[in-house]
T-cell receptor, first 112, second 115 residues
Framework: KNQVEQSPQSLIILEGKNCTLQ??????????LRWYKQDTGRGPVSLTI?????NTKSNGRYTATLDADTKQSSLHITASQLSDSASYIC???????????FGPGTSLSVIP | NAGVMQNPRHLVRRRGQEARLRCSPM?????VYWYRQLPEEGLKFMVY????????ESGMPKERFSAEFPKEGPSILRIQQVVRGDSAAYFC?????????????FGPGTRLTVT
């Protein structure tokens, strides 16, 4: 069964600290993996998207890595800000037309 | 270029009524996706449409739910005879498709409450 798992379920960090979120997937075939940020009450916003051949991709303070062999991805956030408080969702696409499977998300709280 | 628009943002229906959710994709996007997010759960794929065609509806319940994306106008997700379990946030996303790319852009969602 195609699944996307994320850890930790929730995380609290101090403002200015770094953190890393994990994503494991069993989706096959694999087309691409994305990380989304979802603020409470809003739609997800794309942070990064990586295809099979890409190992890492950055977007400002966000850096995503992908190991397609072990089917693992991580999202590293540096110098966290209060506005980073949100749910971070790992999403894997299994088809060329982009049918996607969402992970349950990691709820990040950045506190002063 | 306006983003993906959804309306209404909030919708309250009594059990047995019909709910109609609208999604206007970004300009130039011909692919629309609908997702459902139940309380405390992740988003789940429902249906993928291109103009006038349903490409994949494998995530949509077989009964009471239907979707369309006409040649003109917004995409519509219709839920007939709503039940309490239909209460959720419904998100629409659009993408250019083809050589335009696969990146999906999400709307703000419609929060459906069935009383």
């Amino acid at each position: 069964k195609n699944q996307v798992e994320q850890s930790p379920q929730s995380l609290i960090i101090l403002e200015g600290k770094n953190c890393t979120l994990q994503c494991n997937y069993t989706v096959s075939p694999f087309s691409n993996l994305r990380w989304y940020k979802q603020d409470t009450g809003r739609g997800p916003v794309s942070l990064t998207i990586m295809t099979f051949s890409e190992n890492t991709k950055s977007n400002g303070r966000y850096t995503a890595t992908l190991d397609a062999d072990t089917k693992q991805s991580s999202l590293h956030i540096t110098a966290s800000q209060l506005s980073d408080s949100a749910s971070y969702i790992c999403v894997v696409s299994e088809t060329s037309y982009d049918k996607v499977i969402f992970g349950p998300g990691t709820s990040l709280s950045v506190i002063p | 270029n306006a983003g993906v628009m959804q309306n209404p943002r909030h919708l309250v229906r009594r059990r047995g009524q019909e709910a109609r959710l609208r999604c206007s994709p970004m300009k130039g996007h011909s692919h629309v996706y609908w997702y459902r997010q139940l309380p405390e759960e992740g988003l789940k794929f429902m249906v993928y449409l291109q103009k006038e065609n349903i490409i994949d509806e494998s995530g949509m319940p077989k009964e009471r739910f239907s979707a369309e994306f006409p040649k003109e106008g917004p995409s519509i997700l219709r839920i007939q005879q709503v039940v309490r379990g239909d209460s959720a946030a419904y998100f629409c996303a659009s993408s250019p498709g083809g050589t335009g790319g696969i990146e999906q852009y999400f709307g703000p969602g419609t929060r459906l409450t069935v009383t």
